[in-house]
T-cell receptor
Framework: GDSVTQKQGQVTLSEDDFLFINCTYS??????LFWYVQYPGQGPQLLLK?????NKGISRGFEATYDKGTTSFHLQKASVQESDSAVYFC????????????FGQGTKLSIKP | DTTVKQNPRYKLARVGKPVNLICSQT?????MYWYQKKPNQAPKLLLF???????READTFEKFQSSRPNNSFCSLYIGSAGLEYSAMYLC???????????FGPGTRLTVL
């Protein structure tokens, strides 16, 4: 079945540092890939969506890219701010799996002021 | 407006007692989902409704039930809570399966 692996459980950066979070996936179908962000006390919010057609998405200073060759997708931001502190989840939906989101385990991003 | 609401936000339950969680959305989305999330784990899909059709995951089939009396509301029902049910329960909706899902703030269930 479809799976997503997100190995970076916690990342600690200083303001203005570069952020890079990586996920790898396994699927037999054409996936749509998502990044969700969860702030304390809230549910996950959609941050970015990447399909096999567009390979890249940009929102709120974040950029998501997708590499079919290595079956990986990344989230990056050039300069993080303290307000970016949150948990970031990667997820995928396979083309034939009825819209079921398969999540990674999440990366907790902490930004030191 | 992409708001999904969940009630209650916090629920304390006794072992063996039933639990009923409520979710609502006003986006006229066809699909509504329930996920269970435990600390340091990925959200895990429990079940979802596509219109009036309920789909339950195989490994949680007997543990959770749900109803969707109309397009806007969806409930998650636990007949007899056990300690292992303590978790955050997230409701989400999407226009149709495969589209972006919009999540509610979650209900934190603690079973004692």
């Amino acid at each position: 079945g479809d799976s997503v692996t997100q190995k970076q459980g916690q990342v600690t950066l200083s303001e203005d540092d570069f952020l890079f979070i990586n996920c790898t996936y396994s699927t037999t179908t054409y996936p749509t890939l998502f990044w969700y962000v969860q702030y304390p006390g809230q549910g996950p919010q959609l941050l970015l969506k990447v399909t096999t057609a567009n390979n890249k998405g940009i929102s709120r200073g974040f950029e998501a890219t997708y590499d079919k060759g290595t079956t990986s997708f990344h989230l990056q931001k050039a300069s993080v701010q303290e307000s970016d502190s949150a948990v970031y989840f990667c997820a995928l939906v396979g083309y034939y799996n009825q819209g079921k989101l398969i999540f990674g385990q999440g990366t907790k991003l902490s930004i030191k002021p | 407006d992409t708001t999904v609401k969940q009630n209650p936000r916090y629920k304390l339950a006794r072992v063996g007692k039933p639990v009923n969680l409520i979710c609502s959305q006003t986006m006229n989305h066809d699909t509504m989902y329930w996920y269970q999330k435990k600390p340091n784990q990925a959200p895990k899909l429990l079940l979802f409704y596509y219109d009036k059709i309920l789909n339950r995951e195989a490994d949680t089939f007997e543990k959770f039930q749900s109803s969707r009396p109309n397009n806007s509301f969806c409930s998650l029902y636990i007949g007899s809570a056990g300690l292992e049910y303590s978790a955050m329960y997230l409701c989400a909706s999407s226009r149709d399966p495969g589209r972006e899902q919009y999540f509610g703030p979650g209900t934190r269930l603690t079973v004692l």
